[in-house]
């Protein structure tokens, strides 16, 4: 999907459950992500608006899924934005905080 289809479906407000913004422009990924925070009214976006950043060893695949299935607060949606997750699924690279593998060297 190009980003002008992905801006219409948000601002259709009929969106997808999921969506994987990929590609090397970080600052278009942000602000694609950022509209899709948007979607819930600002005074409930501290409740209803969560940003996992992946780089952070405490950022499962887990906690990702724990997140997406806690229910809106006081709003008809939940936004759940993982930052860097293919960090989640490329277990060669390091994430701040992680322990070194076993098979690592030191």
């Known amino acids: 999907m190009t980003p002008q289809a992905f801006r219409a479906q948000v601002a259709s407000g009929a969106t997808d459950p999921v969506y994987a913004i990929v590609g090397d422009d970080d600052h278009g990924k942000a602000a694609l992500a950022l509209a899709l925070g948007e979607m819930v009214e600002e005074d409930l976006r501290a409740f209803n608006v969560e940003r996992l950043y992946a780089v952070h060893a405490a950022v499962t695949p887990i906690v990702v899924a724990e997140a997406a299935r806690t229910l809106p607060m006081i ?32």
Do not use: N
Not at 78 to 102: H, M, N, S, T
């Open 75 to 106: 709003a008809a949606r939940r936004v759940v934005i993982v930052l860097q997750a293919e960090k989640l699924f490329d277990p060669k690279k390091k994430r701040k905080g992680a322990e070194p593998a076993a098979d690592e060297d030191e």
